[in-house]
């Protein structure tokens, strides 16, 4: 099934990091990649303007090669053009994929993404997550193919959480799991970025809640 719209399942033997919890939603970071770490659905961050239209990103190449190269034809061919906010969803997938789905999720060209816009990315692809029914998600930014100019900063980590929680606020319910997936060889200092960032929001209760007036304490929990 291809829609275009604008269980949780462990991943044995991967090395995984707490990173802290939104309500029901754990976040944390597992070494690996889309095609190799067990979720109901991938989110592959794609976007619009490579220099090399072939290159996906690291974590979402190896999807695309169990898929044979679909990921890659759908923006070559222009069905999933990239652009900000553009969803594609592909379900389900084929064996050898250990995801149920994948989202396709468009961060528009190069160059021009703030910890805003990829706050607001997040948290559609949160809320498309949710409608899909999945109770895991796996999300495997492309951060180089984004130029930002800090791609591993606090600032981006917390960005990508905020947005998550945005979306679990927006459904309502669904999501359980939400991971962040990186080579081992990147696992330790991401996961440092991670921590730190959720550390503020906990500290600070920062956006916590989307909706005015209500209380924000106890939402966020870090690990232990």
């Given at each position: ?6 269980s ?14 939104c309500?029901?939603?754990?976040f ?9 770490v067990?979720?109901?659905v991938a989110?592959?961050a ?10 996906l990103g ?8 169990v ?21 594609l969803c ?20 190069t160059?021009r ?45 917390r ?5 998550v ?11 359980k799991?939400w991971?962040?997936v ?7 200092a991401l ?22 007036g ?11």
């Amino acid at each position: 099934m291809i829609d275009k719209a604008g269980s949780e399942r462990g991943a044995p033997g991967a090395q995984t990091i707490a990173i802290g919890r939104c309500r029901d939603c754990l976040f944390d970071m597992v070494a690996g990649d889309l095609a190799t770490v067990r979720a109901d659905v991938a989110v592959a961050a794609l976007c619009a303007q490579r220099a090399d239209p072939a290159f996906l990103g690291t974590g979402i190449e190896a999807l695309d090669g169990v898929l044979q190269g679909a990921l890659a034809r759908l923006r070559a061919d222009g069905i999933f053009s990239g652009a900000w906010g553009e969803t594609l969803c592909l379900s389900p997938l084929p064996a050898p994929a250990k995801v149920g789905g994948v989202i396709m999720l468009g961060m528009g060209p190069t160059g021009r993404n703030t910890t805003g816009k990829i706050r607001r990315a997040l948290r559609i692809a949160a809320s498309q997550a949710a409608r899909m029914g999945a109770s895991h998600a796996t999300f495997a930014p492309p951060l180089p193919d984004m130029r930002l100019p800090r791609p591993t900063d606090v600032a981006t980590a917390r960005a990508m959480l905020l947005g998550v929680a945005d979306g679990l606020e927006r459904i309502g319910c669904g999501l359980k799991r939400w991971s962040f997936v990186a080579p081992a060889s990147q696992m330790d200092a991401l996961a440092r970025q991670f921590a730190m960032a959720m550390r503020r929001i906990v500290e600070h209760e920062d956006g916590a809640t989307i909706k005015a007036g209500t209380t924000r304490k106890g939402i966020w929990q870090t690990p232990g």
